[in-house]
């Protein structure tokens, strides 16, 4: 998985990344954010939000 792609994809994404936002808080919105873009990314969603995290906390 690229870090470049992720990173592009999660930002479409603000409920995954930005705690102003609303969404932010439910959880079904932000596990179907994971599911499309590990379809997308052609890879497990949970692996793309572990990669995220590690990432994000960079």
């Excluded at 705690?19 to 499309?36: H, I, P, Y």
Aim: with cysteine; hydrophobic share 35%.
């Amino acid at each position: 998985m690229k870090d470049g792609l992720l990173i592009e994809q999660v930002s479409g994404f603000p409920q995954l990344y930005a705690k102003s936002d609303a969404r932010n808080k439910n959880n079904r919105l932000r596990e179907n954010a994971w599911k499309t873009i590990g379809v997308i990314l052609e890879g497990p969603p949970e692996a793309c939000e572990h990669r995220w995290k590690i990432l994000r906390n960079k």
